[in-house]
């Protein structure tokens, strides 16, 4: 069965600063990650997705991740956070058996200004 | 296209009564997902359904729980009865078939359900 990790139950960045949300993963077979955003009383917004390829992968909002199949991580990542950022991300796995995405508990993003 | 809809959007009631949540699926897509949030335990799967018919349900937490898909573009859960560890957000997400490994699911705007 497949399975997501995210280690950080919160991540505080400064406006304008890098930030990394982790995401590591465990799948039987070849993943397909994705990462959506939740922002309050809102539904999941899909950011992007790794299916095979390029190893970095770009997204909506200048958000890109990097699939590391040796350390079986797929981090979200963006080079300067804004405010508007501060949301929950969720990192998400499939295996290609055809099932449903299996979600990690997300990571509650806050950028400070 | 108007996207994943459910309704309500909140719903409160009181324990013991009877709670149906609904959604209506992005039109063409013919896998349907029922996913439900909270703090505790994130988002868990409860139920998903292709073509209308279900294929897993063990995460259905009890006999409470019942869903259903009568056709392509509607589909409903429901509680009954209700109690209060039941309140939670309730997702309900869609993809089209057969490209479902390499799509992603797209989510409807929740149900906020609260059982006093």
Same mark, same amino acid.
């Given at each position: 069965?497949?399975?997501?990790?995210? %280690?950080?139950?919160?991540?505080?960045?400064?406006?304008?600063?890098?930030?990394?949300? $982790?995401?590591?993963?465990?799948?039987?077979?070849? %993943?397909?990650?994705?990462?959506?955003?939740?922002? %309050?009383?809102?539904?999941?917004?899909?950011?992007?997705?790794?299916?095979?390829?390029?190893?970095?992968?770009? !997204?909506?909002?200048?958000?890109?991740?990097?699939?590391? $199949?040796?350390?079986?991580?797929?981090?979200?990542?963006? %080079?300067?956070?804004?405010?508007?950022?501060?949301?929950?991300?969720?990192?998400?796995?499939?295996?290609?058996?055809?099932?449903?995405?299996?979600?990690? $508990? !997300?990571?509650?993003?806050?950028?400070?200004? | 296209?108007?996207?994943?809809?459910?309704?309500?959007?909140?719903?409160?009631?009181?324990?013991?009564?009877?709670?149906?949540?609904?959604?209506?699926?992005?039109?063409?897509?013919?896998?349907?997902?029922?996913?439900?949030?909270?703090?505790?335990?994130?988002?868990?799967?409860?139920?998903?359904?292709?073509?209308?018919?279900?294929?897993?349900?063990?995460?259905?937490?009890?006999?409470?729980?019942?869903?259903?898909?009568?056709?392509?573009?509607?589909?409903?859960?429901?509680?009954?009865?209700?109690?209060?560890?039941?309140?939670?957000?309730?997702?309900?997400?869609?993809?089209?078939?057969?490209?479902?490994?390499?799509?992603?699911?797209?989510?409807?705007?929740?149900?906020?359900?609260?059982?006093?």
């Amino acid at each position: 069965a497949q399975s997501v990790a995210q %280690p950080e139950d919160q991540v505080n960045v400064a406006e304008g600063n890098p930030l990394t949300v $982790k995401c590591t993963y465990s799948v039987s077979g070849n %993943p397909y990650l994705f990462w959506y955003v939740q922002y %309050p009383n809102r539904g999941l917004q899909f950011l992007l997705k790794y299916i095979t390829g390029d190893n970095l992968v770009k !997204g909506s909002y200048g958000f890109e991740a990097e699939f590391n $199949k040796s350390q079986t991580s797929f981090h979200l990542k963006k %080079p300067s956070a804004l405010v508007s950022d501060s949301a929950l991300y969720f990192c998400a796995v499939r295996d290609d058996r055809n099932t449903p995405l299996v979600f990690g $508990k !997300g990571t509650r993003l806050s950028v400070i200004a | 296209d108007a996207g994943v809809i459910q309704s309500p959007r909140h719903e409160v009631t009181e324990m013991g009564q009877e709670v149906t949540l609904r959604c209506k699926p992005i039109s063409g897509h013919n896998s349907l997902f029922w996913y439900r949030q909270t703090m505790m335990r994130g988002l868990e799967l409860l139920i998903y359904f292709n073509n209308n018919v279900p294929i897993d349900d063990s995460g259905m937490p009890e006999d409470r729980f019942s869903a259903k898909m009568p056709n392509a573009s509607f589909s409903t859960l429901k509680i009954q009865p209700s109690e209060p560890r039941d309140s939670a957000v309730y997702f309900c997400a869609s993809s089209p078939l057969g490209r479902t490994m390499n799509t992603e699911a797209f989510f409807g705007q929740g149900t906020r359900l609260t059982v006093v």
